[in-house]
Structures are given as C-alpha cells and as structure tokens.
T-cell receptor
Framework: DAKTTQPPSMDCAEGRAANLPCNHS???????VYWYRQIHSQGPQYIIH???NNETNEMASLIITEDRKSSTLILPHATLRDTAVYYC?????????????FGQGTILTVHP | DSGVTQTPKHLITATGQRVTLRCSPR?????VYWYQQSLDQGLQFLIH???????AKGNILERFSAQQFPDLHSELNLSSLELGDSALYFC???????????FGPGTRLLVL
C-alpha cells in the first residue's frame, strides 16, 4: 500500500470547516483513499473513501486531486465532538488482503 | 454504533496467563480482522479471516492465534502473556474481503 503523509496536528474553531490534508504521491491506480477517525481510545470510525472523484456523505467531503497524489478531508461545520485522530489510508482491498495500514494520523483539536 | 461487538471490554491478567478475546461481526459480514494498538506501535494489523478461513497475517506473534467459527464470530487467543502485550485489541468486519471495514469498541488488555 502507498505511504501517506499527514500533518501531526491541526486546530479548528467550532462551527468552522476543518480541512485535513493528506499526501499520497505514490498511490497506485487501484488504491482507494480511506479516512477513519479515532476518538479517544474508541474503535476507529469509518468516515469516507474515494478513488478518483470527490465524494460527500453525511459526515464529510473528500476532495482528491486530479493526479491523485493528495486529498483533503473536509468536515464542514466542526464540533467539539470532532476532536479526534484522523487517519488517511491508501487501500487496495484485495491485493492487501484486508490489511489497513494506519500511520500516525492528524490530531484534530476543535476548540470553542 | 458500528454493529461489531467485542467482549470483554476490559481484561486484567498476569504474565504467563492465557486469555481469549471475542468478536461478533456485523450481520451479514463474512470477514473479520484483528488489530492491536499499543502506545509505542500504533494500530497494527494482526490477522484476517474470511468465512472461516485465514486470509492474511500481519505482525502476529506465534503466541497469538485466532479462529473464525461457523457462526462467523471470531476469537483471538493470547498465550504466555508478557507485559508488552498490554494494548487495545480491535476487531473489524466487512462484507467480504475488500470493502470498508467497520471496527468494534475494542478490548483493553492489561498484563501485570
């Protein structure tokens, strides 16, 4: 799986959009970009994933650059409960046989 | 709530002992994955089972073993426990082998 690079920490004011960047310059054509988050020591929570096109769901939006070398997770209106570690993972599914490779992630702190 | 359940939530035991962690996947999911999260190693993939068969192994110690039963629940057995085995153990499940993984709440193991 391709290596991903994320900033170690970010801050965001409550109610504002949180934009979390991820670099995956060596991503291969069959690898999806997945985002998970982990609040405290709870189980990682799936947020969103995409291959080429931008994606949106009830939690977030995912913007993937045209060359697929980087992406941005957008939480449109961050709340205090969004404070968590956010993981960006390049995952090819079958060829990885289910192995999600978690890096250090980005610690997002949402403050009042 | 992801639909994945894990028991027990907490486990305290002594070095040299053996414990069994249990995971029930989401209804309809055939794949179960085990991950370990320790303070110094982060989230690490241990093993993947699909419909009762082992599909992939990660950094799983020989003292650890897992199985998936006909009803699709899975157990992770940890034996000859050492202090360094203290960690959070997460189970995840997915429909087959390449789709989104959904994580359980984890079992916190403390070896004294």
């Amino acid at each position: 799986d391709a290596k991903t690079t994320q900033p170690p920490s970010m801050d965001c004011a409550e109610g504002r959009a949180a934009n979390l960047p991820c670099n995956h310059s060596t991503i291969s054509g069959n690898e999806y970009v997945y985002w998970y988050r982990q609040i405290h020591s709870q189980g990682p929570q799936y947020i969103i994933h995409g291959l080429k096109n931008n994606e949106t769901n009830e939690m977030a939006s995912l913007i993937i650059t045209e060359d697929r070398k980087s992406s941005t997770l957008i939480l449109p209106h961050a709340t205090l409960r969004d404070t968590a570690v956010y993981y960006c993972i390049a995952y090819a599914g079958g060829t990885s046989y289910g192995k999600l490779t978690f890096g250090q992630g980005t610690i997002l702190t949402v403050h009042p | 709530d992801s639909g994945v359940t894990q028991t027990p939530k907490h486990l305290i035991t002594a070095t040299g002992q053996r414990v069994t962690l249990r995971c029930s996947p989401r209804s309809g999911d055939l794949s179960v994955y085990w991950y370990q999260q320790s303070l110094d190693q982060g989230l690490q993939f241990l093993i993947h089972y699909y419909n009762g068969e082992e599909r992939a192994k990660g950094n799983i110690l020989e003292r650890f073993s897992a199985q998936q039963f006909p009803d699709l629940h899975s157990e992770l057995n940890l034996s000859s426990l050492e202090l360094g085995d203290s960690a959070l153990y997460f189970c995840a499940s997915s429909v087959a082998g390449v789709e989104t993984q959904y994580f359980g709440p984890g079992t916190r193991l403390l070896v004294l």
